[in-house]
């Protein structure tokens, strides 16, 4: 189970790194913010199809994979940098990305309710 995690967290913390760009333009995003949507969209998906899976699949992928590829951390880093740059902004970017991150889950269980009702893994 710990080599599970430490896979899938390596994995997903070099994702993060790779993608984690600051979109030009848009000053009340972060630069994490697609990647964080990303991770809960996957989250939501192993939630609704974690009966049908085995559990080190659950902990390569929830716990490792998108424990590393989303970043509570880079967040709170990155509306820190906000304070400096645009107070008026770190609301909006708080609440848009906490919004689009349950909204992400959200469509992610349902699309694993969707397509993967009925089927158990072996």
């Given at each position: 189970m710990f080599l599970?995690?430490?896979v899938g967290g390596a994995a997903g913390s070099l994702l993060r790194e790779a993608f984690s760009l600051e979109i030009?333009?848009?000053?009340?995003?972060?630069?994490?913010?697609?990647?964080?949507?990303?991770?809960?969209?996957?989250?939501?998906?192993?939630?609704?199809?974690?009966h049908?899976?085995?559990?080190h699949?659950?902990?390569?992928?929830?716990v490792g994979f998108c424990g590393g590829l989303s970043t509570f951390s880079s967040f709170v880093a990155?509306?820190?940098?906000?304070v400096d740059t645009n107070i008026w902004a770190v609301p909006a970017a708080a609440s848009?990305?906490?919004l689009f991150?349950?909204?992400?889950?959200?469509?992610?269980?349902?699309?694993?309710?969707?397509?993967?009702?009925?089927?158990?893994?072996e």
């Open positions: 599970a995690v430490f030009p333009g848009v000053p009340f995003l972060t630069a994490t913010f697609g990647i964080n949507v990303a991770a809960c969209l996957v989250l939501g998906w192993l939630y609704s199809v974690r049908r899976v085995h559990a699949v659950l902990h390569l992928g929830a990155e509306l820190e940098v906000m848009l990305e906490i991150g349950l909204a992400a889950a959200i469509l992610g269980e349902a699309i694993g309710r969707r397509f993967h009702s009925g089927r158990r893994a």
